[in-house]
T-cell receptor
Framework: QQQVKQSPQSLIVQKGGISIINCAYENTAFDYFPWYQQFPGKGPALLIA?????SEKKEGRFTISFNKSAKQFSLHIMDSQPGDSATYFCAASITNSGYALNFGKGTSLLVTP | NAGVTQTPKFQVLKTGQSMTLQCAQD?????MYWYRQDPGMGLRLIYY???????DKGEVPNGYNVSRLNKREFSLRLESAAPSQTSVYFC???????????FGPGTRLTVL
């Protein structure tokens, strides 16, 4: 079963707009929640990550919002740019349990000029 | 510093053939992972090796075997390839005690 559910499957945003991707999980043992960015023909690369002891983390134009009680987290991309067009994956893992990542199914983001 | 390298980049097999996907990392990482990526499915863990000398099954291990040859290398073997194993395979590694994983460029495998 998919342990991390991600939506939407695809997203089209105009340049300068805000892109929002949502994820939900069930396993309360998860304690690390990263977002990976993947360009066509490349491997995923870590974009930003959060632990459940904070509700928000910001790095440049990218922000993770985390709601522990709702078991949800989301990625916000402010001032979206055409270069942000990629597939984004949320994931979750349990520290000290092999650190294996459980990925969402991915969101294909297209930022139009 | 090449990071995580994977060979081959592309491979076409016939049903029943065998092959080994190679992965190596030069970052002195302890843990290594194999994932497969299928359209609309995200990445699913096949096997992982938390440290040299250990391997464990992931979510989708059936039809695969792995070998952690040394600290640098982690190979994935398909003994008898099936069309359902057509996928893009990614190897990843992470340092001891770190959650972040560093991914290779992938191997695109087609089984006819």
């Amino acid at each position: 079963q998919q342990q991390v559910k991600q939506s939407p499957q695809s997203l089209i945003v105009q340049k300068g707009g805000i892109s929002i991707i949502n994820c939900a999980y069930e396993n309360t043992a998860f304690d690390y929640f990263p977002w990976y960015q993947q360009f066509p023909g490349k491997g995923p690369a870590l974009l930003i990550a959060i632990r459940p002891d904070v509700s928000e983390k910001k790095e440049g134009r990218f922000t993770i919002s985390f709601n522990k009680s709702a078991k949800q987290f989301s990625l916000h991309i402010m001032d979206s740019q055409p270069g942000d067009s990629a597939t984004y994956f949320c994931a979750a893992s349990i520290t000290n349990s092999g650190y294996a990542l459980n990925f969402g199914k991915g969101t294909s983001l297209l930022v139009t000029p | 510093n090449a990071g995580v390298t994977q060979t081959p980049k592309f491979q076409v097999l016939k049903t029943g053939q065998s092959m080994t996907l190679q992965c190596a990392q030069d970052m002195n990482h302890n843990s290594m992972y194999w994932y497969r990526q299928d359209p609309g499915m995200g990445l699913r863990l096949i096997y992982y090796s938390a440290s040299e000398g250990t391997t464990d099954k992931g979510e989708v291990p059936n039809g695969y075997n792995v070998s952690r040859l040394n600290k640098r290398e982690f190979s994935l073997r398909l003994e008898s390839a099936a069309p359902s194993q057509t996928s893009v395979y990614f190897c990843a590694s992470s340092p001891r005690g770190w959650n972040e994983q560093f991914f290779g460029p992938g191997t695109r495998l087609t089984v006819l």
